[in-house]
């Protein structure tokens, strides 16, 4: 594994990405500077712990209230406190504005890019803007909520599922030693959902558009979105379907900072599909990621098993519409989908098996994610586990199924994987350990001494394995 090195040597460097504009340039280069020290970890679980969820609950707790400040109580779930309450009834009237302004928005948005009568460019991007504003705004009016984050406000709102409840979905899963009880959960559907495209508009990188499809999982059942940015003037580009982490939801907040756009320079059609319970997908009364914790661990099990099937269908439609190579990849969460949606391609008809994959800040072992993450802490103890019956051995019987438990249906060459030495969400042992066991070779595995939230940072500044990925993905396509 190289060690914060900038990367192997290039036998051909890929084409050199366009600048960004001014403002996104500076935005990258404080975060690339400022926030890829280590420190920046400790202080992001701090703030997740004392700010982020806590607010989140109570955002999420006004989306079920709509106004009535009693109702909001109840929804948190947290005690009344009466003298607050004219300050949470300007509060919620506030969120509400906001809500309104950002649905009425969505619905126009989804007329423009979906509708049936075509609308100019112009139009497309003034809505487009106005649908990032507004569900920016939307999102942000968690800081009306401030002055009720206190120890009493749960983090998450737990509903956590029975061994019997899970049982009565996926105790099929479990199936023999090979795994063969899993198979009907990760099937590639057949036949495949249709998937609507919609008109695009010009970006920086070349063209960005939307998919939409219904999602194949009987447990989801909802409409599934992806975003697409596709470079310009390149003919069968090479496609990555890229999965976000947990609670992130790009297309929903301005300014974060993330990879995609590096990858869409460095001239990939990237493929983001919104993750079950995110942005569009969230569920009322909830904030988005919430319920992959929060119904342990059923949340968990319907939230990987379901996004492997979409992948499969995002695979199809990969294939039918470009001769490139196609591979997965993710940060985080949509890591850990994107290991785990390879390991069951190999039951998949051949032309939806990856070609490649691109792994960052992940791990090998999700139950320890679960279980004992530094991430899982800030949910859940032991003890709410522990109530609804389950036992650590009980628990990993399902998570284990979570995880690969095969040699990979692809050379180890095409895997590229990043990890962070002080990572304590995603274990970093764990995740050196499965490279290990797939043989990927010294050259494509990238450590640097950051944890899980640095790592992101640093990639910033340090592209070099987003460009050995290049690399690897040129070499696929000219073979």
């Not at 956590?160 to 009880?181: F, K, M, N």
């Not at 590096?262 to 990621?289: C, D, K, S, T, Y």
């Amino acid at each position: 594994m190289q060690d914060d090195a900038a990367g192997p040597k290039m036998t051909e460097a890929p084409a050199a990405p366009q600048p960004y504009p001014l403002d996104e340039r500076a935005l990258r280069a404080v975060a690339g500077t400022a926030l890829s020290n280590p420190f920046f970890d400790g202080a992001a679980l701090f703030a997740l712990r004392h700010w982020f969820f806590p607010v989140s609950r109570l955002w999420a707790a006004a989306r079920e209230a709509h106004g009535d400040p009693q109702r909001f109580y109840d929804a948190v779930p947290m005690p009344p406190r009466f003298e607050d309450r004219g300050r949470l009834t300007k509060a919620l009237a506030a969120f509400e504005q906001a809500r309104a302004a950002a649905n009425a928005i969505e619905a126009e948005w989804d007329r423009v890019f979906f509708g049936p009568k075509d609308v100019n460019e112009s139009e497309r991007q003034a809505v487009e803007a106005a649908r990032r504003s507004l569900r920016h705004a939307y999102n942000a009016t968690r800081r009306h909520f401030r002055f009720l984050v206190n120890r009493q406000v749960p983090r998450v709102k737990l509903a956590i599922a029975t061994p019997a409840e899970v049982e009565a979905v996926y105790a099929a899963a479990l199936g023999d030693g090979v795994r063969d009880g899993i198979v009907a959960f990760t099937a590639a559907p057949d036949p495949a959902p249709d998937v609507e495209v919609s008109r695009a508009i010009i970006s920086p990188t070349g063209r960005d558009f939307w998919l939409r499809f219904k999602s194949p999982s009987a447990r989801l059942g909802d409409m599934v979105y992806a975003r697409v940015h596709e470079p310009a003037g390149v003919a069968n580009p090479p496609t990555i379907i890229f999965g976000h982490g947990i609670c992130v939801e790009f297309d929903h907040w301005r300014g974060l900072i993330d990879e995609c756009h590096a990858l869409a320079r460095l001239g990939f059609r990237v493929i983001r599909p919104e993750a079950p319970w995110h942005g569009r997908r969230n569920r009322p009364g909830q904030f988005g990621g919430e319920n992959i914790i929060a119904s342990f661990p059923l949340g968990t099990l319907d939230t990987l098993f379901g996004a492997v099937q979409e992948w499969a269908v995002l695979a199809a439609w990969a294939r039918a519409t470009s001769k490139g190579p196609m591979a997965f990849g993710g940060s985080s969460l949509g890591a850990m989908t994107s290991q785990f949606a390879a390991d069951r391609a190999a039951d998949w008809p051949a032309p939806l098996r990856p070609d490649a994959l691109l792994l960052l800040t992940h791990t090998g072992d999700l139950s320890d994610v679960v279980l004992k993450g530094a991430l899982a802490e800030l949910w859940m103890s032991p003890a709410d586990v522990k109530a609804k019956g389950w036992t650590e051995d009980t628990a990993r019987d399902y998570l284990s199924l979570l995880q690969p438990a095969r040699p990979l249906s692809l050379p180890a060459s095409r895997i590229v994987s990043v990890l962070g030495r002080r990572d304590a969400v995603l274990p970093f042992e764990s995740g050196r350990q499965l490279v290990e066991s797939w043989c990927v070779p010294e050259h494509n595995c990238f450590v640097f001494d950051r944890g899980h939230f640095s790592v992101p940072m640093t990639l910033v500044r340090n592209d070099a394995p987003l460009k050995r990925f290049a690399e690897v993905m040129a070499a696929i396509q000219s073979a």
